[in-house]
């Protein structure tokens, strides 16, 4: 399976989306949803550049291909793939990313490159532990956790500022 570093580091792109893709079939088969044409090209689509996309950024894309140029063919899709944990609305940027663990219960942090866009989602099981332990402390029970985290991608750190 794909580690959440692999949108900051040079990989074989074809290999993680096609065992991604994959991943994300079986998923959907043991959920007993349909994996259609369309929700599987938005999901590789969302694949194709490691980053977060827009709604229309996706339909853009459905349309050029055929897919239908109406917004709802693109958000359904989109609502689809979040409803079956096979990506995830990153809010900060109003957009949405393919999950790098489909399949898996967790509360993912994102980390965003503010310069790039590159979107990489980290798994966090300490930090969501300390969450539902101190949530637990107050009554709560904390039943979804998204964290966005803001900062730069290993590549665009290392570029130096403009004098």
């Given amino acids: 399976m794909p580690q959440s570093d692999l949108a900051f580091e040079a990989h074989d792109h074809a290999r993680c989306t096609h065992a991604l893709l994959a991943r994300a079939e079986e998923v959907a088969a043991e959920q007993g949803a349909r994996f259609t044409p369309v929700r599987r090209r938005v999901l590789e689509i969302l694949l194709e550049a490691h980053r977060a ?3 229309y950024e996706v339909l853009e894309r459905l349309a050029a291909e055929g ?22 609305r990153v809010r900060r940027l109003n957009a949405f990313a393919a999950c790098t663990h489909p399949g898996e219960n967790h509360a993912p942090a994102f980390l965003i490159c503010r310069a790039c866009g590159a979107v990489a989602e980290a798994p966090v099981p300490a930090l ?3 969450l539902e332990a101190e949530a637990s402390t107050l009554g ?7 964290i ?16």
């Fill in 140 to 146: 709560f029970v904390v039943e979804r956790c998204t």
């Fill in 67 to 88: 897919f239908g140029k109406q917004p709802p063919v693109a958000y359904r899709a989109l609502e689809f793939l979040v409803d079956h944990g096979l990506a995830h």
């Fill in 53 to 55: 996309m827009g709604a």
């Fill in 128 to 130: 969501q532990a300390a």
């Fill in 148 to 163: 966005e985290a803001l900062g730069l991608c290993p590549a665009c750190a290392e570029v130096p500022p403009c004098a």
